[in-house]
């Protein structure tokens, strides 16, 4: 029997990976995407590279006076929910995901954006963190201003996050949208939940890659290419104006 | 030999008018570029050489594509042009390889229901080693050139201006004779000094009209050179050449750096050319030539973008002119690999290295050229194995773009024998790299068509690379939007190409 009350905090994570306070910025912009954190990482000055573990990379550097890390946020709930923890518990204050997305309405386009007012909790990982009537929640305020600055193709609504792509069936689907999600992911549930839990704001813009509802496929089309590029964009005009 | 009484004019005073048209009929763009609308250079060097040497035979120009008309539109303003002679021709493969064939015939069979007394020519790319069966096969045709065409249009153009021509004596020339039978004049030797030739008329054509690459408006090709040393089995360059020549596509064979200077800062200040696309194969083989390129290009401080196509070992020999070059416009180059594998390499006599390949990329980027890699699929030997361990290649060396070709069986090249027991789809529509019209040893025809397209979507849509090609401002936004036009099309009008046959040229 273990008589620790927890094998391992942030803390301890961060402590093992010679972390000290000060690493990360006040802000961060994270993604899942390798190719979304090397355009991030270009518009940062003097950019350090002081978090390298499990796969997982984070820069900190300085954008227009402010420090921001930028790097890997996750892929998916589990991982999504780690490295959300260990930005959290690592000092950072207000978080900016910058994601993908499926649309669940018909007429969200490719290459349009899904601005996360908040998650329905279709993942597994939140439960370890919360109870069942749970809602994660952006930040008001920081979403309102992502909207602003996106606002053309802008959509504002719920978040569905699942754990599993392949299991985007009608039941589970419309049983989403009966709950107002207009989207799906697999990362922005914990994302919230935990920035919530630790009191940081946080916020989310999804490009959106497909369409449940057209059942549109745009994995590879310029029209996502050319948003995500915007996206980074965008994700640096909030963090003039945090 | 036929009296050729019927072409001739006759002027109010009873002298003798020619009329000469240069015709690019209705034709489409390969896949990969989307709108595609370039000059055609060959006809505008044509067209200066007839106004040189030949003042009092006047020139036509009617480039359809270009206006946007239809065949029917097209009828009628040749009708109104009235000429006596029409003559079609490419030099570059660019325009559609021999997919262009098809489309001249049918403008030709068109345009012969309503005037049914004009002659009709063509030459150039893909005919220039098939002239007398090319005749042969195409009735709808009066005259092929074998071989150049610089001399012998002109040629054929003030012999048939005279009362009495003597058809025969144009060298380089497939024609028929009274009784209808194909006759091919004697063998046209090559112009020895391009520096003898005017520079191309390009006041003639509509030059505000043309398009590269889908995006790129003022765009303009040009054709410098003529001819490759390399001598590669599977090149289609040797196709505007006549094969009883001594190798005449081997024979290299440049414009002196101060008349290349000379038509870009003619086609810039003239013209309003923004981007001046070098097409002809292989424009770096001497040093001294790129050298004074170089000096003319900054003495004049034209600053304009160019792209031109060489060969990787010339490059690396003259590696340091890469920075110079790019600090007098050039952006963009390409050079060739087609094959990355070393046995692959020897077997089509491609003296490039996959070392040497990889390293140039390198330079480029370094220099803030982009840079594009042409390729093949389809030799005899390819089999999926072998075509995924080439992409997995390409990939390694990531060039910013890649260009990929699939093996089409030219007759002219050195490699036609050989192919020919392989090919399956003879529509020539399709002969454009873009559609698999060959099977290998150990592929159909089909599956061959479904790996290129494999591959092409699998190099633009790689995380990092498209980003790099689309917004890198290093590179000039020329440059990323003919990324931009690849990676549009790599999962769509490509592979509609490739793998379900639709036709775009
Ligand atoms: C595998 C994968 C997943 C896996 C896991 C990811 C992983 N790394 O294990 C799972 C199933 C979890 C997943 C889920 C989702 N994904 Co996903 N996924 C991918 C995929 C196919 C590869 C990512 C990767 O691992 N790259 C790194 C490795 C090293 O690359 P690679 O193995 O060489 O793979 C290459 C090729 O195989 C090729 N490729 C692979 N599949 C396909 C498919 C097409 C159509 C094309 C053209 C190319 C291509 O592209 C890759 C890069 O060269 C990409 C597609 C892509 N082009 O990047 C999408 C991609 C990242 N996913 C995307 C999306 C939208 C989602 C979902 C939101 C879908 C949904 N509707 O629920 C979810 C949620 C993601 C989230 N974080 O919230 C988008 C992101 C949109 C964008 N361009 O910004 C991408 C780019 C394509 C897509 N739309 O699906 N994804
Ligand atoms: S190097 Fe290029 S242009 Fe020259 S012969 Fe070979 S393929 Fe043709």
């Known amino acids: 029997m273990m008589n620790r009350d927890i094998h391992l905090t942030a803390q301890d994570l961060l402590r093992a990976m010679q972390f000290k306070p000060g690493d990360f910025g006040e802000i961060a912009i994270v993604s899942g995407q390798p190719q979304r954190v090397q355009m991030a990482l270009e518009k940062l000055k003097n950019p350090l590279r002081n978090f390298s573990a499990m796969g997982y990379t984070l820069w900190t550097g300085e954008y227009k006076g402010k420090r921001v890390t930028v790097g890997h946020g996750g892929m998916y709930a589990p991982d999504a929910a780690l490295i959300t923890e260990l930005l959290c518990a690592g000092g950072v204050e207000c978080l900016i995901r910058l994601g993908s997305c499926g649309a669940m309405k018909k007429d969200i386009e490719i290459g349009d954006y899904v601005i996360a007012e908040g998650a329905i909790r279709g993942d597994g990982v939140t439960r370890y963190y919360v109870k069942d009537g749970f809602q994660p929640k952006a930040d008001p305020e920081l979403t309102q201003k992502l909207f602003s600055l996106c606002k053309k193709h802008a959509h504002k609504g719920l978040v569905w996050t699942t754990d599993a792509l392949l299991r985007e069936?009608?039941?589970?689907?419309?049983?989403?949208?009966?709950?107002?999600?207009?989207?799906?992911?697999?990362?922005?549930?914990?994302?919230?939940?935990i920035a919530q839990l630790y009191n940081k704001r946080a916020c989310a813009v999804l490009v959106v890659s497909d369409n449940l509802i057209t059942g549109e496929i745009g994995f590879a089309d310029i029209r996502v290419f050319d948003a995500e590029r915007r996206l980074i964009e965008r994700g640096f005009d909030l963090v003039r104006e945090v | 030999m036929g009296k050729l009484e019927m072409i001739a004019h006759t002027k109010d005073g009873g002298g003798l008018t020619m009329r000469v048209l240069f015709l690019q009929p209705p034709l489409g763009w390969w896949a990969a570029w989307k709108k595609h609308i370039a000059n055609n250079v060959a006809h505008a060097q044509l067209a200066?050489?007839?106004?040189?040497?030949?003042?009092?035979?006047?020139?036509?120009?009617?480039?359809?594509?270009?206006?946007?008309?239809?065949?029917?539109?097209?009828?009628?303003?040749?009708t109104e042009l009235n000429p006596n002679l029409i003559y079609m021709g490419d030099a570059l493969q660019t325009t559609g390889v021999a997919a262009i064939h098809p489309r001249y015939q049918q403008a030709a069979k068109v345009i012969k229901q309503v005037l049914p007394d004009v002659k009709i020519c063509v030459g150039g790319f893909f005919y220039g080693a098939n002239a007398p069966a090319m005749l042969e096969k195409t009735p709808e045709f009066d005259f092929v050139v074998a071989g150049e065409t610089e001399r012998t249009v002109p040629e054929l153009a003030k012999e048939l201006s005279k009362s009495d021509p003597d058809i025969p004596s144009v060298r380089g020339l497939a024609y028929r004779d009274e009784n209808g039978e194909v006759k091919l004049t004697e063998y046209r030797p090559l112009i020895e000094n391009l520096d003898d030739l005017p520079l191309p008329a390009y006041d003639l054509f509509p030059m505000d009209k043309y398009v590269g690459f889908n995006y790129i408006r003022h765009y303009v090709e040009t054709y410098m050179t003529r001819g490759c040393p390399n001598g590669c089995r599977f090149c289609v360059g040797w196709t505007n050449y006549d094969p009883r020549g001594n190798h005449d596509w081997t024979h290299y064979r440049p414009r002196s750096p101060k008349l290349m200077a000379d038509e870009m800062e003619l086609l810039v200040k003239r013209f309003g050319a923004k981007f001046i696309c070098m097409m002809d194969e292989d424009l770096n083989v001497y040093r001294e030539r790129m050298e004074g390129l170089i000096e003319e290009l900054k003495r004049r401080n034209l600053k304009v973008p160019f792209f031109f196509m060489g060969r990787a070992p010339y490059h690396l020999r003259d590696r340091d002119l890469l920075k110079p070059l790019r600090e007098v416009g050039f952006v963009c180059g390409l050079f060739g690999m087609e094959a990355v594998d070393k046995e692959t390499l020897e077997a089509i006599k491609k003296g490039t290295t996959v070392d040497e390949v990889a390293e140039l990329v390198g330079l480029f980027r370094e220099n803030n050229i982009m840079s594009v890699v042409t390729w093949m699929v389809g030799f005899p030997e390819d089999d999926e194995q072998r075509i995924k361990d080439r992409v997995e290649r390409l990939d390694l060396m990531d060039p910013d773009m890649a260009a990929l070709q699939i093996l089409t069986p030219l007759p002219g090249i050195p490699l036609y024998k050989q192919l020919e027991p392989y090919t399956e789809e003879w529509n020539l529509l399709k002969w454009d790299f873009q559609h698999a019209v060959l099977r290998t040893k150990h592929?159909?025809?089909?599956?061959?068509?479904?790996?290129?397209?494999?591959?092409?979507?699998?190099?633009?849509?790689?995380?990092?690379?498209?980003?790099?090609?689309?917004?890198?401002?290093?590179?000039?936004?020329f440059c990323r939007l003919i990324a931009r036009v690849y990676v549009e099309t790599a999962g769509k009008e490509h592979a509609q190409a490739a793998v379900e046959d639709k036709i775009f040229v």
């Open chain 1, 169 to 193: 069936t009608k039941d589970f689907v419309n049983g989403a949208i009966a709950q107002g999600a207009i989207a799906v992911d697999m990362v922005t549930s914990p994302f919230f939940t």
């Open chain 2, 48 to 78: 200066a050489n007839i106004r040189e040497w030949y003042p009092e035979i006047e020139i036509k120009v009617l480039d359809t594509r270009a206006l946007g008309m239809d065949e029917k539109q097209m009828v009628d303003a040749i």
């Open chain 2, 443 to 477: 592929l159909s025809r089909q599956d061959l068509g479904r790996l290129a397209a494999w591959a092409n979507r699998e190099f633009y849509s790689k995380p990092g690379r498209v980003q790099r090609i689309l917004y890198d401002k290093r590179y000039h936004p």
